[in-house]
């Protein structure tokens, strides 16, 4: 989407320029009646007006256009007439409709909690818009439609400009381009999460197909034993375990853990180590660190109502990350994200990322950027070990692992991010074995390198689908 601002910059800079001249030319008795004399403080402030007037120019086009596409569809406009009409791509439509039907979605039920608005709220309440003061968290805007509204319309084109700007300043981007692409096809890791969220919660909503329910874990790990898919298995004793801390007195420090197996909710299992080939790479008290593995399927397409097309494969992955933990963490939550940016061709290990500042809750965020670049980082923090150029065993297998499991378990779940183990077994000199520790089906890419035209064809396909479904 490219809008031509320059005639309009042109005519604020002569606007501004004549009144700046008119205000500090030199008055006569007849002028000064009519036009006030503003002094330094005066100037100063017009001259701050004037700088943000001449930076928020550019971006005026495109958030018109932004609001009208919004108004489109809240107005009763249909998902093909929309790509036709606004000249959208497949990518640009699905984001745009589905962030409009938010408030339509936030009251139907949703796959794993009660409602959409509840899952934004369960989801949402650790994620902050990074400010590099004060971190407020992001369910704010989940509590109404109201709120949900504020935030379309307001909170993430104002997001978008000053994080727009940020990025101009520190060399990362161009301002106009960041602002436009943030608003009509997002790359941030953030939307494009909640851009898969709101696709799950649709097709769940319209196909109520059973593969949702493989998003509990004991529900995917039957699954996988079932079909002789590599998982971590369930301890099938004892049937209650009871966990004490051995300084806590008075009855403090004391969990009673049910096993799943017998009716319980927690699974229980043993601790998993990372291969050597992995572990190298790491500190030495690092978690299990995994692969992400985000697969895409057409198979929802067929409860949809849409013939499916013969010489489509049905699933494929589309980005791979390892999440390389830090030292003293329990689980790979704590990593720097490392992209493996051919994982079918030489599947070594490119640049890693962090998105630690969009969990600064509160003063944590004092100091913290704004923006970061992808692929920023280029050594482990905790080692300072070079991890771009390194190599994991079996990226390729793993990929095949996770298409595989895809078509097997969950078919008409349109994205599934898979955290894949590389295990070390019993004798330190065998392969590492794959293991599939869980399938996220409202998945987020992790800040790799995505396939692009593969993602956007999912998306167009099924919020097209989706939307006959629901409207007619």
């Known amino acids: 989407m490219k809008i031509n601002v320059r005639r309009s910059k042109l005519c604020l800079v002569v606007i501004l320029g004549a009144s700046l001249l008119l205000i500090t030319s030199p008055s006569t008795s007849e002028t000064s009646a009519r036009v006030p004399e503003l002094g330094t ?31 489109f569809f809240w107005c009763g406009g249909r998902y093909a007439d929309a790509r036709t009409r606004f000249k959208l791509t497949g990518r640009s439509c699905g984001h745009l409709y589905s962030l409009a039907m938010v408030p339509w979605l936030m009251t139907k039920p949703h796959y794993r909690t009660g409602t959409f608005r509840e899952d934004m709220l369960t989801n949402l309440r650790n994620v902050v818009l990074p400010t590099g003061f004060y971190g407020i968290p992001l369910s704010v805007w989940a509590y109404t439609r109201l709120h949900a509204l504020v935030a379309i319309l307001f909170v993430i084109p104002f997001a978008a400009f000053w994080g727009s700007w940020y990025r101009r300043l520190y060399g990362m981007d161009s301002a106009y381009e960041c602002f436009v692409r943030t608003l009509f096809e997002p790359r941030d890791w953030f939307q494009l999460w909640r851009l898969n969220c709101r696709l799950a919660s649709m097709t769940a909503l319209a ?13 995917f790990i039957k699954g996988c034993l079932d079909n002789g898919l590599p998982t971590t298995p369930a301890l099938e004793t004892p049937k209650i375990l009871v966990a004490k801390d051995v300084n806590e007195e008075g009855g403090m420090g004391i969990h009673v853990l049910p096993n ?6 927690w699974l229980l299992q043993e601790k998993l180590d990372n291969h050597p080939d992995v572990q190298q790479l790491l500190p030495k008290d690092s978690p299990l660190s995994t692969m992400r593995v985000v697969t895409g399927s057409y198979g929802a397409l067929k409860l949809l109502g849409r013939p499916a097309d013969k010489n489509q494969k049905l699933c494929n992955a589309l980005c791979a990350v390892w999440r390389a933990g830090r030292a003293g963490a329990s689980t790979d939550h704590s990593c720097v994200m490392v992209d493996i940016p051919q994982p079918r061709g030489d599947q070594v290990l490119g640049t890693g990322s962090s998105s630690a500042h969009w969990y600064a809750s509160g003063f944590k965020s004092l100091g913290k950027p704004l923006s970061t670049m992808d692929g920023s980082i280029e050594h482990h923090p905790d080692t300072d070990l070079c991890l771009r150029g390194c190599k994991l065993p079996q990226v390729k297998e793993a990929l095949e692992l996770c298409e595989r499991s895809h078509e097997i378990l969950i078919p008409t779940v349109p994205l599934a991010g898979w955290d894949v183990a590389f295990v ?49």
Not at 45 to 66: D, E, F, K, R, T
Not at 260 to 265: D, P
């Open 41 to 71: 403080s005066g100037l100063v402030v017009l001259s701050v007006v004037a700088v943000i007037a001449l930076a928020a120019l550019p971006m005026l086009l495109p958030l018109l256009q932004y609001w009208r596409i919004m108004f």
């Open 424 to 472: 070390a077994q019993e004798d330190p000199k065998a392969p590492a074995k794959l293991v599939l520790l869980e399938a996220n089906l409202s998945c987020n890419f992790f800040r790799g390198t995505v396939n692009w035209e593969e993602y956007g064809k999912i998306l167009d396909l099924h919020f097209d689908a989706l939307d006959q479904h629901f409207f007619g």
């Open 260 to 265: 799943v197996l017998y009716g319980g909710n």
């Open 207 to 219: 196909t109520k197909s059973p593969d949702f329910e493989r998003e509990d874990k004991w529900n």
